[in-house]
Structures are given as C-alpha cells and as structure tokens.
C-alpha cells in the first residue's frame, strides 16, 4: 500500500462548479502538507502549503487538513477552464531533510 | 526573480549511455532537490543537496548520482542507461529545510 493515496480521477465538471480533490494518507509523522497543480509537460507549480492541520485559503482555493483522519483536502471555487490540470498533493516530515512524498494526482477538466 | 531553470529541456539517448542533467536554482535557495516523474510510479524523489553536500537521498541505484556546487547549482548523472530511466526529471529548489518547493519544467529523457 501506497503512502499517499489519491484517486486519479479523472475529474470532468462544468465551469462555475466547486471541485473537491483529496488524499489520504498513512505516515504519522508527515507535518507538511502541499498541493500542486502541473500542466502538461511542465513542472509542478505550487498552489498551498500547509503545517499542520486546518484550514488555509488563498483567493478560490482553501486546503484543509485533518490530521486525526490522516486525510487533506483542496477546494477551488467557481472553477475556471484554466484550471484544467493534474493536481498532485505531496507531504513530507519534518527535520533536515527535503523530501516530498507525492500521491499519484488527479487530472481535473473544467469544461466551459 | 526568475525560477528553476533545467536543461536541456529534451534528451534522448540509447542504453548503455551516460547523460548529465543540469539546474540552477531560484537565486537565494540552497536546497536542490530531484525528482523522478513517470505514468507508472508518479513522482519520486531521488536525492537532496544543502550546501554542496547530500542530505537525503531515495531509492535508487547508485546509477543515479548528483553533486552540487558552491554557488548551488546542481548536476544529476545517470549512468548505463536503462530503458526504464525514460521520465520527466525534475529539479526543485528551496531556501532551506521545510521551506517551500519550486520546480523546474523538467527535463524529458528518452532511452531508447
């Protein structure tokens, strides 16, 4: 089993709605939580960081996480075509060390 | 400020042979992570440097090296080729540990 699960999807909704993309996870000592979106053949491009749990907004989108459920959440509000993208959610511990575990990402298509 | 920059941007290759990778960090970062990307295993990470020296590092073998150097820009070298070393390999940097992440477009290698 997977350290970070995340359904693939893919995702297809009408422009305006409310997309809900979650993980969950099994690593007790992930402290870091991110969620990137990456469009085709480019690199991921961060959208929210998170320590902790709770909840963080940032204009359409808000990250929530819930540590006693081992699971986190991102939901962006009155999706746009541009937002048509896989969005991959990542968590890593804390200490010295710089590493990302990823889950396999979610492929989102915001039909107009 | 400009980003991460990788190149090539594009390599192809055959088995048996050897390629060198290059990323220059976002000015300021110190940290330089690599990460594998494929459909099969999604996102993985390989190593971490700080300051010239390896913190961390995944698994995979020791094909896979890397160095950085004083003014933090990153090389990554695979050796004897595999066809299953074809991915997007990506470069992140950060400020230091538990910072946030920023990744290059990455640099698609083909083995063929």
């Known amino acids: 089993q997977k350290e970070v699960e995340q359904d693939p999807g893919p995702l297809s909704v009408p422009e305006g709605a409310i997309v809900s993309l979650n993980c969950t996870y099994s690593n007790s000592a992930f402290q870091y939580f991110m969620w990137y979106r990456q469009y085709s053949r480019k690199g991921p491009e961060l959208l929210m960081y998170t320590y902790s749990s709770g909840n963080k907004e940032d204009g359409r989108f808000t990250a929530q996480v819930d540590k006693s459920s081992k699971y986190i959440s991102l939901f962006i509000r009155d999706s746009q075509p541009s937002d048509s993208a896989t969005y991959l959610c990542?968590?890593?511990?804390?200490?010295?060390?710089?590493?990302?575990?990823f889950g396999s990402g979610t492929q989102l298509t915001v039909l107009p | 400020k400009a980003g991460v920059t990788q190149t090539p941007r594009y390599l192809i290759k055959t088995r048996g042979q050897q390629v060198t990778l290059s990323c220059s960090p976002i000015s300021g970062h110190r940290s330089v992570s690599w990460y594998q990307q494929t459909p099969g295993q999604g996102l993985q990470f390989l190593f971490e440097y700080f300051s010239e020296t390896q913190r961390n590092k995944g698994n995979f073998p020791g094909r896979f090296s890397g160095r950085q150097f004083s003014n933090s820009r990153s090389e990554m070298n695979v050796s004897t080729l595999e066809l299953g070393d074809s991915a997007l390999y990506l470069c992140?940097?950060?400020?230091?540990?538990?910072?946030?992440?920023?990744f290059g477009s990455g640099t698609q290698l083909s083995v063929l």
């Open positions: 990542a968590m890593s511990g804390s200490g010295s060390a710089r590493q990302l575990t």
């Open positions: 992140a940097s950060s400020l230091d540990s538990n910072e946030k992440l920023f």
